[in-house]
């Protein structure tokens, strides 16, 4: 690639059901031209969200759906090597979205200037980023957690409900049961301090399941779907809270298939609230979160997992990855 081109993600088509890499194409182009008010970003590092499959199809969801051949959006950390723009100089570290290997910019929008807080880069993308600032904010303003608390996570060795998981624990709950795939990542649930790890793909999953449900559950920190909420509504505790963060398992299905919820009745007798989240609403909170969350991570107090693939032609794979069970923790692309 010449140094006045970039390359960027299109979408190939829209999709139906589960994503595959020839959905996605590499697009070389050259460099725009910065008119005034923009910056340019060479991008170190770009991360896979299952919430961008939501913007891959037609349809209802909560950020409009892309059209075919249009550059996909993703969150991106990298540095001004131009600009026409007071607030961001050269040399500036950047948080931003796009999933190319540089990003021209107006500054608005998701669009953070980096402070120095010590620690790798590619945590803005991760933990000081969208998904450890969900977790934040999904618990202590979504849910109103509280010390002594019972909390379920599902995905839960994602980098949400990890970080979510470990939150919990730290801020006093009296037990965190994480579900998840496999016993590798039960075993690493256990390792980093959750109480409980449950299997969902083990065959005696239902008998785990009923164990850890007899204790009630104040909060569940769903990152996965209606199947699991309905699974646990009925072992919700008075007025317990369940946080729609995402759903892993119900973006690749049809609206129609995807499964519904029986157990509301529960909602009545046991005063339940269910609220979901986009987790820009919380952006003015975010630096302070960040501080604290970074000072956590720096203590060794809150640990994470990391997945880097080398070169932009590999994000197509490794977004693909994270919806069948592939991933284990941020998966990022080196670009
Ligand atoms: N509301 C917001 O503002 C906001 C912001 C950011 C993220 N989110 C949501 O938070 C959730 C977690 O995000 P993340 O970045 O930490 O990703 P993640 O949980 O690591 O997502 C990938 C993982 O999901 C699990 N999974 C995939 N298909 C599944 C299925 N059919 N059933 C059950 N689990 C399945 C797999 O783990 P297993 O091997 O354990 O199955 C996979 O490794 C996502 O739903 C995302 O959309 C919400």
């Not at 140094?3 to 590499?26: C, K, Q, S």
């Not at 770009?46 to 913007?55: E, H, K």
């Not at 540095?79 to 607030?87: C, G, L, P, Y």
């Not at 398992?249 to 029986?262: E, K, Q, R």
Request: with cysteine; hydrophobic share 45%; glycine share 12%.
């Amino acid at each position: 690639m010449a140094a006045d081109e970039m390359e960027r993600v299109v979408l190939v088509r829209h999709i139906d059901g589960m994503p595959t890499p020839d959905d996605f194409r590499i697009e070389r182009l050259a460099i725009p031209d910065l008119a005034e008010g923009q910056f340019l970003a060479k991008n170190h590092f770009v991360s896979c969200d299952p919430g961008t499959r939501s913007r891959l199809s037609p349809g209802a969801s909560y950020a409009p759906p892309l059209p075919p051949g249009a550059p996909v959006d993703g969150f991106c950390v990298g540095e001004v090597i131009a600009s026409r723009n007071d607030r961001f100089a050269v040399g500036d570290h950047v948080a931003l979205s796009g999933w190319a290997t540089h990003v021209v910019s107006n500054g608005r929008g998701y669009c953070l200037k980096l402070p120095d807080l010590d620690v790798p880069e590619q945590l803005w993308i991760g933990l000081l980023g969208v998904p450890g600032m969900t977790a934040w904010f999904g618990l202590k303003r979504v849910a109103q957690f509280k010390a002594g608390e019972r909390v379920l996570v599902t995905s839960a060795a994602g980098p949400v409900g990890a970080t979510a998981g470990q939150l919990a624990g730290l801020w006093g709950a009296s037990e965190v049961i994480g579900i998840a795939g496999g016993p590798v990542k039960c075993q690493w649930l256990r390792d980093i301090g959750f109480t409980t790890a449950i299997d969902y793909k083990a065959a005696d999953f239902e008998a785990q399941f009923a164990v850890a449900a007899a204790g009630g559950f104040d909060v569940m920190f769903d990152n996965v779907g209606n199947a699991l909420i309905d699974r646990a509504l009925p072992h919700m505790k008075l007025r317990g809270r369940i946080v729609v963060s995402g759903q892993v398992a119900d973006y690749n299905t049809p609206n129609d298939a995807i499964p519904g919820l029986h157990n509301t009745r529960e909602f009545i007798g046991r005063r339940l609230r269910m609220e979901g989240m986009v987790v820009f609403d919380d952006l003015p909170g975010f630096a302070a979160a960040q501080a604290e969350l970074a000072g956590l991570i720096k203590a060794g107090s809150v640990q994470y997992r990391e997945e880097i693939f080398d070169g932009l032609a590999r994000l197509p794979e490794a977004f693909c990855g994270l919806f069948t069970g592939q991933s284990f923790g941020r998966r990022l692309i080196r670009v």
